[in-house]
């Protein structure tokens, strides 16, 4: 574990509001943001809490220093401690640095390799509004994360600082941007060699090799490189600092010149930390990359700065006409003075708004070409598809702590299969995070690991995204409850995987015999003729609504199979005379429609399973087709859907009984839903994916069609699939689908998740307030 101060450089920039919206935003990602907590601060939101905050560092005008600290805590790759742990860790950080009473928001992020707290920490306290800043934050940081880490058992990091700060700072932007910095470069490639030179003229001979020259620098010694970076010697090498250099050469000399500087046989360049593979061509097409948007954005700010110029030009033109035409218009002085203000505000208003569109257009023209850091431009290429860049950023990684609880592969695989979960985000280190219901797993090219939400669901998620990617064998690392979760998860899923340890296999192929086992028992039960279940009917010997379960046409199991009881036992095991209503034991003979008949003999009123004549109205059986009764002469309108319909001016000269509803003789009103094939289409689609991931264990709930007979609705949600807008409604612990139009659709997208929803009878949502 790790606690660091992040320092505001430029103190007019520090803004606590805009600190708290950065760590709490989710920049489109679901893995980003987890647990946000806001201490000691009158708001319970995020964002009530930064105005509480920005009230009272308000009372404070006599600090000149930062009001805000920013603290980062980061735990080592594969480390997820509880909501409890994190929550003890920042409270005694905070106790430990004098922050105890001040006001602070904190927001958990997991969208790196290293899980991560950020607190955002008022400096000024909440009562004396007095300014607290710790002395020698980075040794108490140090001794209160060595005491946590044996506190919570977390895996121990280097607390004692072995580097001097322009050092670190060089080595955090190697890993931040990925280039070579001049002290790392200098220490891999000419630090030894110049911590050998014999005499000033070998350091200055040796330094000029490769592309370097020893200059004094006020009381201390810089090497400068040939594009103008300079660094000090002693960041370098303690040995070549200017004492420790004198000590050993004597008095410093300056190189000698007149003799014609010598041909450098390697010259520092900003190029990417070495790594396990070639990046020579992805850096070549970088930096042509950089270049060119370079190049656009100084054309583009160059004809966004001529457009601005001909538009204050045109808008003085206007004015210098503005002012001939009151000079000719004559007055009196005091109407021309008000008339001369008037249109040089006008002049001015004008002016202040093309240069405040100017300054937008220079900020969308920042941000579309704006420079990228090697690492960044990685990054962007691997979420765009590239698995060279992908492949790059895992490359340049050294030892990383493998996670505890993960699947990776047997043996290498033969060929990438794609993912058919989400991606939620790429690291900069090519940890791929995919998102799904309830748990999120992580791919770093050589294992998955569940990182949150580590229950059946997500096990299963990760299990199908292995064997997409790693193919059939697998093998399983960490905890024996892991372990024990993962062969329950592959054997219910019956997903067609392999386990490489032995005793795993063994307990996933006994588990899913057992499986098996009970089916079969089940299917036995129901070829067998099991004992019938009594219905309410049973005991006045009616039997017709008394039913089991028993095998379908398709291998299933469905109500109705099996009646028991008197006369009207028609199908399924039946017992007892014409009046009795016992439940007895006989021979079921499957019939054609997938019931059985009792007693070895055909049942006397056998029941048939009805057509399916589809919805009523829909379409006119085949002796009424093309007329309605015999009233073809009247006036008549077709429905795509529907059969035709009798028009309203007829009804009343042409249908008897005219005053007894007579328009909704023939035609009456639908309340039901009504869709197209392609939203059928849509709607079945996900409803069969949803529903099918939920059979495999994964925490979904039950998805059905909306079909308008339903109390409160909550809404959850709105998808689109195949081009057709769906709306998603609680009810209960279903969850329904509705397909809507683009207007419901915008309706719906105005409420929050969790809020109530109103469905008209036509299915459209109603939008709330009154209507003009």
Known sequence: MIAKHVPMKATSKSDFGGLVRYITSAQGRDERVGLVTVTNCNG???????????????????????????????????????????RDIEEAVCAALGFAEHQRVSAVHHD???????????????????????????QTLAAVCERLEVKHGLEPDNHAARQRAGEARARDMEQIAGTESLIGWAQRNCAEPLKAAASWAELH???????????????????????????????????????????????????????????????????????????????SAYREQQGTRATRRKVELAEAAAKRRAAIEQVKRIGRTKRAAIKLLGGGPVVKRLNYALAARSTKAAIAKIVAAHGRERERIASRNSRRGWNDWLQEQAKAGDQTALEALRAREGRRTAPNDALHIAAMPTAAHPAAIRQDHITKRGTIIYRTANAAVRDDGQRLHVSRGAQIEGVVAALRLAHERYGDRLAISGSDQFKALVVEAAARSAMPITFADPDLEARRQNIRQEERARDRQIIGRGDRGGAGVVGRNAVNGAGRDASATAPGRNGTFRPGAVSAGGTNAGTGLAAGGASTAAVGVGHAQPARNGHSSAGGAEAPSERAVKPNIGRVGREPPPES????????????????????????????????DQKARPDRVVRRDDDRPRMSDDQAIAADKYIAERNAKRHIGMDIPAHRLFTGDHGPLIYAGTRQIEGQKLILLRDGADMLVLPVDARSA???????????IEIASNGTVKSKGRSR
């Open 44 to 86: 319970h939101t995020p964002e009530d809490a930064a105005q509480d905050v920005m009230l009272v560092q308000s009372a404070n005008q006599r600090a000149a220093s930062d009001k805000t600290y920013h603290l980062i805590i980061s735990f080592r790759p594969g480390e997820n401690p509880s909501a409890e742990v994190m």
């Open 625 to 656: 087709r093309g007329s309605l009764r015999d009233l073809s002469q009247l006036g008549l309108v077709q429905h795509a859907e529907r059969g035709r319909l009798l028009l309203p001016r007829d009804v009343h000269s042409d249908v008897d």
């Open 112 to 138: 790196t390799d290293n899980t991560h707290i950020h607190l955002a920490i008022n400096k000024i306290h909440p009562v004396r509004h007095t300014i607290h800043a710790p002395l020698r934050d980075y």
């Open 205 to 283: 001979q040796i330094a000029a090799n490769f592309g370097l020259s020893v200059q004094a620098r006020g009381n201390g010694l810089i090497f400068a490189a040939m594009d103008g970076t300079t660094v000090k010697a002693s960041s370098i090498a303690r040995e070549l600092s200017k004492g420790a250099l004198e000590k050993r050469l004597g008095a410093f000399q300056s190189a000698q010149g007149g003799e014609g500087a010598p041909k450098a046989r390697q010259t520092y360049e900003k190029r990417p930390v070495p790594s396990r593979i070639d990046t020579s061509a992805l850096f």
């Open 746 to 756: 915008a309706r719906a997208g105005k409420l929050a998740i969790g809020e109530p």
